[in-house]
């Protein structure tokens, strides 16, 4: 399958920060990218879509002011953690869809602590 | 309101014998289903999938079903093996490219 990577894989940052994830697909055009949240025991929630070279569409509820998503090309979208607090730890995890769009490539996934 | 819901948080089957997981969806308009395997700490691996037109795929030791009428779908996995001891996550998606995930069922195959 695809390769979806994700960085960093772990991040520890202080309150008031903010915080920046790359997702990248490394072998395909990723013309969609999904920013999810996941919850200990939760499903994958999630946070917003980006197309390559639009302004990312957020779901209910999610702060776009604080979860800012850029998808500057068809292999990289980042999601910027901004003025972080505690509440916002939590494991993120990006997928892309290309031409095959019935299938989502996950990446690894980011646990981010914020202290 | 959840579209996709997975009712068993977990399984517990022993090695050899068949795995089956169940998958629940309200959403008539789903266009395909997916199976995801997720281990701690990473992201959801893509297992299987079913267009909403059929109603069996099969890949090797994995089939997955759907029963459009009940809106149920299940995922068999046979044999099971230790190493497919996981949580799997079914989805549905929307005609908008969007994918609604069930909570999860956590899968032990005991060797």
């Known amino acids: 399958g695809a390769v979806v990577s994700q960085h960093p894989s772990r991040v520890i940052c202080k309150s008031g920060t903010s915080v920046k994830i790359e997702c990248r697909s490394l072998?395909?055009?990723?013309?969609?990218m999904f920013w999810y949240r996941q919850f200990p025991k939760k499903s994958l929630m999630l946070m917003a879509t980006?197309?390559?070279?639009?302004?990312?569409?957020?779901e209910q509820g999610v702060e776009k002011d604080k979860f800012l998503i850029n998808h500057a090309s068809l292999t990289l979208s980042t999601l910027t953690v901004t003025s972080a607090h505690p509440e916002d730890s939590s494991f993120y995890i990006c997928?892309?869809?290309?031409?095959?769009?019935?299938?989502?490539?996950f990446g690894p996934g980011t646990r981010l602590t914020v202290t | 309101d959840q579209q996709v819901k997975q009712n068993s948080p977990s399984l517990s089957v022993q090695e050899g014998r068949i795995s089956i997981l169940n998958c629940d969806y309200t959403n008539s308009m789903f266009d395909y289903f997916l199976w995801y395997k997720k281990y701690p700490a990473e992201g959801p691996t893509f297992l299987i999938s079913?267009?909403?037109?059929?109603d069996k795929n099969e890949d090797g030791r994995f089939t997955v079903f759907l029963n459009k009428s009940a809106k149920h779908l299940s995922l068999h996995i046979v044999p099971s093996q230790p190493g497919d001891s996981a949580v799997y996550f079914c989805?549905?998606?929307?005609?908008?490219?969007?994918?609604?995930f069930g909570s999860g069922t956590k899968l032990n195959v005991k060797p």
């Open positions: 980006s197309n390559e070279g639009s302004k990312a569409t957020y």
């Open positions: 072998d395909f055009q990723a013309t969609t």
């Open positions: 997928s892309a869809s290309g031409q095959r769009t019935y299938e989502q490539y």
């Open positions: 989805a549905g998606r929307d005609n908008f490219n969007k994918f609604y």
């Open positions: 079913i267009s909403s037109i059929k």
